[in-house]
């Protein structure tokens, strides 16, 4: 799977849209983009994942550049809550083929 | 709530023991993962199992042993402990033998070894 690429850290204010980028340069033309979130020592929590198209749910949007090299999660309006530590993984999806997670973006919301 | 049970929740035990861990998964999913991460360190993948079966394995130390029993509950066994296997332990589950896409997580062991 490819390797990814995310900043260390990131603030952002409250009520405000926050925007985690993620490279992955490498990526193939089978693999999906993930977005997983884990708020302090609980378990992951899936947010979102494509494989090109731009996507969008409840809880946020993702949107995948042309060339699929690189992707931004957004969160719309950041509350205290989405404080938290984002990963972004790139998959194939396929039987055995699992989600490797790096050390992700750890977001602060800021009151 | 993710569906997904996980106990005990917090376990003390000394350097040498040997522990338990136990997980069940969403009712329906066939599939069980187990992810270790150690304290300030991101998840790393020891192994998955599907419908009983063996299917992935990651950095799973030889004194570490899993199962998954008829009734789709997992068991992790952590032998001869070192005080570095202190961490949290993340069961995590998913419907398909693929897993398109959300892999759902419990709440975690704490294992505390002194």
């Known amino acids: 799977d490819a390797k990814t690429t995310q900043p260390t850290s990131m603030d952002c204010a409250e009520g405000r849209a926050a925007n985690l980028p993620c490279n992955h340069s490498?990526?193939?033309?089978?693999?999906?983009v993930y977005w997983y979130r884990q708020i302090h020592s609980q378990g992951p929590q899936y947010i979102i994942h494509?494989?090109?198209n731009n996507e969008t749910n409840e809880m946020a949007s993702l949107i995948i550049t042309e060339d699929r090299k690189s992707s931004t999660l957004i969160l719309p309006h950041a509350t205290l809550r989405d404080t938290a530590v984002y990963y972004c993984i790139v998959r194939v999806v396929r039987t055995g083929n699992q989600f490797y997670f790096g050390t992700g973006t750890s977001l602060t919301v800021i009151p | 709530d993710s569906g997904v049970t996980q106990t005990p929740k917090h376990l003390i035990t000394a350097t040498g023991q040997r522990v338990t861990l136990r997980c069940s998964p969403r009712?329906?999913?066939?599939?069980v993962y187990w992810y270790q991460q150690s304290l300030d360190q991101g998840l790393q993948f020891l192994i998955q199992y599907y419908n009983g079966e063996e299917r992935a394995k990651g950095n799973i130390l030889e004194r570490f042993s899993a199962q998954q029993f008829p009734d789709l509950h997992s068991e992790l066994n952590l032998s001869s402990l070192e005080l570095g296997d202190s961490a949290l332990y993340f069961c995590?589950?998913?419907?398909?033998?693929?897993?398109?896409?959300?892999?759902?997580f419990g709440e975690g062991s704490r294992l505390t070894v002194l």
């Open positions: 494509g494989l090109k």
């Open positions: 009712s329906g999913d066939l599939s």
């Open positions: 995590a589950s998913s419907g398909g033998l693929a897993n398109t896409g959300e892999l759902f």
């Open positions: 490498t990526i193939s033309g089978n693999e999906y």
